[in-house]
């Protein structure tokens, strides 16, 4: 189990690092094609905003939870007994599961519903379908959830990369 999860959530990274490679060379190709040759790419703002920002945001979401990267609450935990802080650590990871899920739900409908409809954005050009694009969140935050449901449940093998922050 903790193998798979870590497959899932290293894979989400390495995507998600090789299409912000990407997105830079697209980019940069963009720049220059406009500035020597006075002809822009077409379909790079598209592009760039349906697709590349979008894998980059959502796809390392597993990650970033694995290594203990997201926003917490440091000033509430300060204040919490060392010895209850495990709990309140299985909480707020219970919590996020929940909301998490919601949100998997939501956006996998909205997926399902765009994937239909074969939504597509108009460039200057041509129209690039993003239907696919929308399945890029639920694939994020799937990975998220089955990282925090590892480290509620398995947290010996899964234990996130990084010490917390000393009590000051």
Known sequence: MVRIVTLVERSGLYLAMFLAFLMALHVSAEIIARRFFHYPIPGTIEIVSYFYMVAVSFLPLGYAQAANEHVSADAFVSVIPRRLRPYTDWLGKALSVIVCLVLLWATT???????????????????????????????GLLSMVLVMLAQMFIPKAMPSRHEPQPDL
């Open 109 to 139: 409908e909205m997926a399902i519903q765009q994937t239909r409809l074969g939504e597509a954005v108009q460039s200057s050009y041509f129209d690039i379908p993003v239907w696919w694009t929308r399945w890029l969140v639920p694939l």
